[in-house]
């Protein structure tokens, strides 16, 4: 099923489904106690939001062998944990703000779990019970400013700095699933999912080990090599076979006093 979060017209932000190309609305949360409509509203009559609101965002470094080694860094012996705040959320076709404070920002492209159920100390075993499904996520990032910093939550931060949809798809198999990245049309990134240094289920033992996993909480699962700097007017596109695209513009954000 995908679970998605819509608008229509001036009504209020609401949880949805989505069937082809027609949504349903859904009463109640996926999150909780649900039930679904008929999905007789044809897609492009509304907005897709981000699919859910996350207390947390929760995000893992260097994941990817060849990630790590492009940027001259060394594999993490145990998962590189880092937070992005809530602010840093920016629906499925809205506009990644390039901040005056940075000279170079790049995409990255990743796998997001949602997490479905209240959990502390999870085994990888008992992971895919907590799980609600997986959407897709660009951990943009300011580079000079992380380098600069020497940790992330600026370069990380920034608001539009965490774009993530379309929706939630709760019946892939992840284990070895394609990611890409394309600006303006060209590839930069294409990794395989199976190439994670630590899997699904070790991230969500690890992370829920170190603090409560709460439901509509984000896991992204870190990304391939092949991460590059955004322009003003690119347009980015970062897709998961199984799951769909994300799309999203780029523009030069002027400082607001």
Known sequence: MRFIRYQRGGEAPRF???FEDHVGPIEGSPLGDYRRLEADIPIETVKLLAPVQPGKILAVGRNYVEHAREHGAEVPELPLIFLKPPSSLLDPGGTIELPPQSKQVEHE???????????????????????????????????DLQRK????????????????????????????????????????????????????????????????????????????????????????????????????????ALPRF
Request: hydrophobic share 45%; proline share 4%; net charge negative.
């Open 109 to 143: 492209a990743e796998l997001a779990v949602v997490i479905g159920r209240r959990g502390r100390w999870i085994s990888a075993e008992d992971s895919a019970a907590y799980i609600l499904g997986y959407t897709i996520a660009n951990d943009v990032t300011a580079r």
């Open 149 to 252: 910093d020497g940790q992330w939550t600026r370069a990380k931060g920034f608001d539009t700095f965490c774009p993530l949809g379309p929706w939630i798809e709760t019946e892939v198999d992840i284990a070895d699933v394609l990611i890409t990245c394309r600006v303006n049309g060209e590839m930069r990134q294409m990794a395989s999912s199976r190439e994670m240094v630590f899997s699904v289920p070790q991230l969500i033992a690890f992370a829920s080990s170190v603090m409560t996993l709460e439901p509509g909480d984000i896991l992204l699962t870190g990304t391939p090599a092949g991460v590059g700097p955004l322009a003003d007017g690119d347009r980015v596109e970062v897709e998961i076979e199984g799951i769909g695209i994300l799309v999203n513009g780029v523009r030069s």
């Open 16 to 18: 949805g489904w989505a």
